[in-house]
């Protein structure tokens, strides 16, 4: 059981205005935030960050996507905090996810699906430390 997952609004929904809402719907889900960031990340930080995904037919285009706007990444607290999370955000088509989850609200299709969610706690630490230094959680 983790307590903390990793979490970034993705350029769509920040150029869509939804960030404060989907702020909202996170802390209203339970989660304290213990580390906010706005940024835009470049190429070559999408690229890193993504790097997981490099052999995969998307990279290109989630890279360029990632850097194409301003994104806010955040690391949460809850217990089970990753499934939780994953259950909050919904499945990453929105038009498969359960309503009321911050996708089937806030996103418009696959590839911009409004929000990330860690998959695992390995990952929420991995993805956390890429955004933060220990002096930017509380």
């Not at 609004?9 to 209203?28: E, N, R, S, V």
């Not at 706005?38 to 995904?53: I, S």
């Not at 217990?79 to 989850?101: H, K, Q, S, Y």
Request: glycine share 8%.
């Amino acid at each position: 059981m983790s307590n903390r997952t990793f979490t970034m609004i993705k350029p769509d929904a920040t150029a869509k205005g939804y960030t404060g809402a989907i702020l909202d719907q996170i802390i209203k889900g339970g989660f304290k935030v213990v580390a906010l960031k706005w940024t835009k990340l470049t190429k070559e930080q999408a690229g890193a960050f993504y790097e997981v995904h490099k052999e995969r037919p998307f990279y290109g285009e989630l890279v360029d996507f990632m850097s194409s706007g301003q994104i806010i990444a955040a690391i949460l607290e809850k217990d089970n905090a990753v499934a939780d999370f994953r259950t909050l955000i919904g499945a990453t088509n929105p038009a498969d996810a359960a309503e009321g989850t911050i996708r089937k609200n806030f996103a418009s299709s696959i590839g911009e699906n409004a929000v990330h969610g860690s998959d695992s706690d390995e990952n929420a630490k991995i993805e956390g430390d890429f955004f933060f230094s220990k002096l930017e959680r509380f």
